[in-house]
T-cell receptor, first 115, second 112 residues
């Protein structure tokens, strides 16, 4: 079965420093990978996706993610963190194996950007 | 502008009562999903709905749960007899033609 793992429950980073939120995946076939952000008491917002093409994917709010097939990773990155980036981040994979589109989410990583 | 509107935003109910959560997509979509999130933690898949029928459901989605698209636009999740452990945020989502999911703002269910 398809799955994603987010090994860190929380990541702390100083404002202005680069940030990385880690995600590894396990899929059969071509991976469809996504990152979402959730602010308190809000729904999940789409940040970016990898389906095919360039390994470096750019998304909303200055975020980007690097697809690495050999390491089965899809880490989320931003060159310079803002306090307003503090939120819960979810990695997700789309499972097409059953002939339906099912999206499976990681356990989430709480990002705290310190001023 | 959200792709999906959910109502109610918050519902408090007594254990054993029936609850209906509603989802209205802004435009026509084929795929609908319900997810559940307990206490701001893991986002759990409940059910997917395609072409007016359930395409897949998780173990969580037992006989107490049902989904409908009663009038071709609204998409509802019904919990027949709520339990304390059903307290959670329930999110409706739709998938766009570009592959990503768009979520509503959620319905917070509190079961007393």
């Amino acid at each position: 079965a398809q799955s994603v793992a987010q090994p860190e429950d929380q990541v702390n980073v100083a404002e202005g420093n680069p940030l990385t939120v880690k995600c590894t995946y396990s899929v059969s076939g071509n991976p469809y990978l996504f990152w979402y952000v959730q602010y308190p008491n809000r729904g999940l917002q789409f940040l970016l996706k990898y389906i095919t093409g360039d390994n470096l994917v750019k998304g909303s709010y200055g975020f980007e993610a690097e697809f690495n097939k050999s390491q089965t990773s899809f880490h989320l990155k931003k060159p310079s963190a803002l306090v307003s980036d503090s939120a819960l981040y979810f990695c997700a994979v789309r499972d097409d194996l059953q002939g339906t589109y099912k999206y499976i989410f990681g356990t989430g990583t709480r990002l705290k950007v310190l001023a | 502008e959200p792709e999906v509107t959910q109502t109610p935003s918050h519902q408090v109910t007594q254990m054993g009562q029936e609850v209906i959560l509603r989802c209205v997509p802004i435009s026509n979509h084929l795929y609908f999903y319900w997810y559940r999130q307990i206490l701001g933690q893991k986002v759990e898949f409940l059910v997917s709905f395609y072409n007016n029928e359930i395409s897949e459901k998780s173990e969580i989605f037992d006989d107490q749960f049902s989904v409908e698209r009663p009038d071709g636009s609204n998409f509802t999740l019904k919990i027949r007899s709520t339990k304390l452990e059903d307290s959670a945020m329930y999110f409706c989502a739709i998938s766009g033609i570009t592959g990503e999911l768009f979520f509503g703002e959620g319905s917070r269910l509190t079961v007393l």
